[in-house]
């Protein structure tokens, strides 16, 4: 007899407007101002808005000369990572005050299970109270908080009470909160695939739920089946703490386009080295380099090579991509490049970590 899927208790924390909150926490002249942390140039690329920015429409991966035109009074300021990574840690402790199960989206997010927590608490809405207030007392930002049954509801929950807020959706009410949900706020449909949705008569989740998993698959592939799940309340992906990463790199977009290969040369060198350190500090390596090109005319290429053996040297990353730069004359200028480094010898420590059979087991839940 096949066993039930593990029911659990599952909290999606994340932090609000984090880079641009950091920012004012650190320099109070920026409090209660719009501000956007990144590139505020025609080219430059805005990595955070804070929410007086967001009011006039200003968000993440916008060009800075637009985002200044939506908000003329907007202030940026240059992106910290050292100090946000430094604040990041600090909320991942509290984290691990509660359980051992925490799996990192990015700096300022992540799933806890604490279906079986450190505080032997069998609320999961107190506990995300308290690590709310553990998180403001510690570091003096607000943070929002999702929970639920699985990671999918837990993550669309975060959202409804942002910022500094925190909703749960309890197993009863599960099934009820999908079936009104505006399709555009499920996890991973994004514009495009909203649009595509809106084109078959699918607004909300129950308009999804009444097409049948092989209508969703014929017109959305392998996301067919994803969609047909999650609007069932169908996830079982369980919180992985170990998860493997499988490339590392980085990329600089110029604020004038380059042609010269000197030029070119010189910023893939302090990309390489970026990359050297960030390695280094992730204790890994990787045999196969990607270099990215964009041109001026927003074309863009990538050409990889893989070698015989692992590397994380500035120097073999460097010479590699040149080869890699050469391989091709030079059709346009040049707005954006990048190296990355996968191939990673993560799935070598993969096989090291211990393989603990999960046992299934549906839980009494206290939300």
């Not at 390596?285 to 270099?291: D, E, N, Q």
């Not at 590699?320 to 040049?334: D, G, P, R, W």
Request: glycine fraction near 6%; include cysteine; hydrophobic fraction near 35%.
């Amino acid at each position: 007899m096949e066993e039930e899927p593990k029911s659990r208790k599952i909290i999606h924390v994340d932090m609000d407007a984090f880079y641009a909150s950091v920012e004012q926490l650190d320099n109070p002249e920026l409090r209660g101002k719009p501000v956007a942390v990144g590139g505020g140039s025609e080219r430059g690329v805005v990595s955070a808005a804070s929410y007086e920015a967001r009011k006039f429409g200003v968000r993440s991966a916008m060009a800075g000369g637009l985002a200044r035109r939506l908000c003329p009074e907007l202030i940026f300021v240059k992106t910290r990572f050292d100090r946000y990574r430094e604040i990041s840690a600090q909320i991942r402790q509290i984290f691990y005050e509660y359980t051992d199960l925490v799996e990192p989206l990015s700096l300022d997010e992540a799933y806890l299970d604490v279906s079986d927590n450190k505080k032997g608490n069998p609320s999961a809405s107190l506990i995300a109270k308290e690590i709310r207030a553990k998180i403001k007392e510690k570091t003096g930002l607000n943070a929002s908080a999702g929970i639920s049954v699985n990671k999918f509801i837990a993550k669309v929950a975060s959202d409804v009470n942002k910022p500094n807020g925190q909703k749960t959706i309890g197993p009863e009410e599960v099934i009820p909160f999908l079936e009104a949900l505006d399709i555009r706020k499920f996890y991973g449909v994004g514009k495009v695939t909203a649009e595509k949705m809106y084109q078959l008569g699918i607004f909300t989740g129950n308009d999804l739920k009444t097409k049948t998993l092989e209508f969703l698959e014929e017109k959305f592939g392998k996301s067919g089946k994803h969609y047909y799940n999650v609007v069932r309340g169908i996830h079982n992906s369980p919180v992985k703490p170990d998860r493997i990463r499988k490339s590392l790199g980085a990329e600089r977009t110029f604020s004038e386009n380059i042609s010269s290969e000197i030029f070119m040369l010189e910023r893939l060198e302090n990309i390489a080295e970026e990359i050297e350190r960030r390695l280094k500090k992730s204790n890994v390596a990787g045999k196969t380099v990607t270099l990215k090109i964009k041109y001026s005319d927003f074309t863009l290429k990538t050409r990889s090579k893989t070698l015989s053996y692992y590397i994380r040297s500035k120097d073999v990353i460097l010479e590699t991509a040149k080869e890699l730069l050469y391989q091709e004359k030079m059709k346009n200028s040049v707005r954006l490049l990048g190296i990355t480094l996968a191939n990673l010898n993560t799935e070598d420590k993969k096989e090291q970590l211990t393989d603990k059979k999960e046992i299934a087991v549906q839980l009494k839940f206290d939300f």
